[in-house]
């Protein structure tokens, strides 16, 4: 039988509640839905619109319910208590930031809750509604939450339950099960579709960007998914001072091999750790060396986007020239063609480039705007996005001057982009509030960036909180108090926090960006129940 006449299981997870917002577990409490999950559930039934189901089920929890009712399902939906969320217990409310301090190994996929349900326990709820689903003779729907649809799809390929960890939802999210060939191969044929929530996605409507070059649902996840950049680009004139900051002095290598192998380490570490993952961080940015090598057997960029779901960027400038002008220019890049061809075999998504505005100097500044949007336009020929990274020192003299001659330049070169053509920007958090605000929101641009550019992790959480639609890319400040001497568990609070407080900086408040054809869409927050 032909994989497309199998029946499928449609897994909607419900829309935002309060809770969801803030990250707090969200068991059995029966939260209602924010008004933006009404709105999404909505959203959800229109992409259900063309399937044909022969069962609807959902959890008796509020939030499910009333997102099959939203979606358009009230009148067939049949309640199931084996789809409510998994009892929290003592962990009802808490966020696993919170629950890292007390517990800095747990996971709740392998440990469960206490006074609550063990994985066990939700593996056997899952079981008994895989033996249901597959009793019927066509298309099933289910509406639940986010851990436990985790499990679910977990139990229905036959994972252990401690795999159903790397399986990201975000809410009123569409996945779907079915099965590959025959129905003794079951498989997962959709998962974490969020398409229906950017824009209307109808053939001959406008509202969503489209690009033949670039893989669409990484395009999609850098323009609109909450979290933020992680910054892993260190090259080899900064990887010393990285490492001697994780606790490495320089005595601890004796070649550059050697140095870049160690930091490799480092940044497996971090790359691997549990709070790592598309959930909050949407893309990381490499460097070469870091490409060209391995994570746990992956190519890094495969392992980043396949595992973890975070997309990959690639550092692409060969260092700063010296100061003319009150700037650093980007070094000649005549290797620049064979570099791109290399990244976008190795799946790499986009890359980044930084050159450095130290004074309010308009000849410098327009010569940095005019080699950064030059080089921009070779990438996106080669099928990459570019992120265009002309940072201003912190330390720079007017500052704020600067950056009003830097905004006006790029506005220029924004509007002279052709269809098709998108870029990022990453600039420096400014000195008045929300100044970057019509670049957030010009059509030509996928995301605005923010580098930490040496301020304290706190500083620049602080910065970014005021200036919305901004979301962070950081690196000296997302590697704050992490330490080749810390054990696993302490590594792995320590990295928790930090990606936890940048990622509540970067989507601080919900802000609106316009799409090309001059709609407004808002940036919706998704965060784990």
Not at 119 to 136: E, F, I, K, Y
Not at 163 to 192: C, D, F
Request: aromatic share 6%; charged share 25%.
């Amino acid at each position: 039988m032909d994989g497309a006449e199998l029946p499928m299981i449609y897994l909607a997870r419900h829309g935002e509640t309060a809770w969801s917002l803030t990250g707090q577990h969200t068991g059995l409490i029966d939260l209602p839905l924010t008004l933006v999950g009404e709105s999404n559930a909505g959203k959800l039934g229109d992409a259900l619109k063309s399937v044909t189901f022969t069962r609807v089920f959902s959890s008796p929890l509020r939030r499910a319910w009333r997102t099959c009712e939203l979606a358009g399902f009230r009148s067939t939906v049949e309640m199931n208590h084996d789809l409510v969320e998994w009892d929290y217990g003592e962990y009802e409310g808490r966020r696993t930031v919170e629950i890292h301090k007390e517990r800095p190994d747990w996971q709740l996929f392998r440990d469960g809750c206490p006074g609550g349900e063990s994985p066990q326990q939700v593996a056997a709820r899952a079981d008994r509604v895989v033996d249901l689903v597959r009793s019927v003779s066509g298309n099933v729907l289910l509406f639940s939450s986010g851990h436990f649809l985790r499990m679910l799809a977990a139990r229905w390929t036959g994972m252990d339950t401690i795999g159903a960890k790397s399986l990201m939802l975000s809410t009123a999210s569409l996945s779907v099960l079915g099965y590959e060939n025959r129905l003794a191969q079951p498989a997962i044929r959709l998962w974490n579709d969020t398409h229906h929530l950017l824009a209307d996605n109808k053939p001959g409507k406008k509202g969503i960007m489209k690009t033949t070059s670039f893989n669409q649902q990484q395009f999609e996840q850098m323009k609109s998914h909450p979290g933020f950049i992680a910054a892993l680009d260190q090259s080899g004139g900064s990887t010393p001072g990285a490492l001697r900051l994780y606790g490495i002095k320089e005595g601890a290598w004796s070649n550059e091999d050697e140095m870049f192998a160690i930091v490799h380490e480092m940044r497996t570490r971090i790359i691997t750790s549990p709070s790592f993952n598309g959930e909050r961080i949407i893309a990381a940015i490499l460097f070469e060396n870091t490409m060209d090598r391995e994570i746990q057997g992956r190519p890094t960029a495969d392992y980043l986007w396949n595992v973890k779901q975070v997309v990959p960027f690639l550092k692409v400038d060969q260092g700063l020239a010296a100061e003319e002008d009150g700037v650093q220019l980007m070094k000649p890049m005549p290797a620049l063609p064979a570099l791109l061809a290399k990244a976008k075999a190795k799946h790499i998504f986009g890359t980044k480039m930084r050159s450095v505005i130290k004074q309010a100097n308009a000849a410098g500044i327009k010569s940095i705007v005019n080699q950064q949007f030059a080089l921009a336009g070779q990438i996106i020929a080669a099928g990459l996005l570019p992120i265009v990274e002309p940072e201003v020192d912190i330390d720079c003299h007017e500052k704020a001057k600067s950056e009003e001659l830097l905004k006006a330049m790029i506005l220029e070169k924004l509007n002279n982009l052709t269809a098709g053509q998108f870029v990022m920007l990453k600039l420096t958090l400014p000195e008045q509030d929300n100044f970057y605000s019509d670049l957030v929101s010009h059509p030509k641009v996928v995301r605005v960036v923010a580098l930490s550019g040496g301020y304290s992790q706190e500083d620049a959480d602080n910065r970014l909180r005021r200036n919305h639609g901004m979301v962070a890319s950081f690196s000296r400040a997302l590697l704050e108090g992490l330490s080749a001497q810390q054990s696993d568990a302490e590594f792995n609070v320590v990295l928790e926090n930090s990606i936890q407080n940048i990622f509540e900086a970067s989507n601080f408040k919900q802000t609106s960006i316009k799409e090309p054809d001059g709609i407004t869409k808002r940036l919706d927050r998704d965060q784990k129940e």
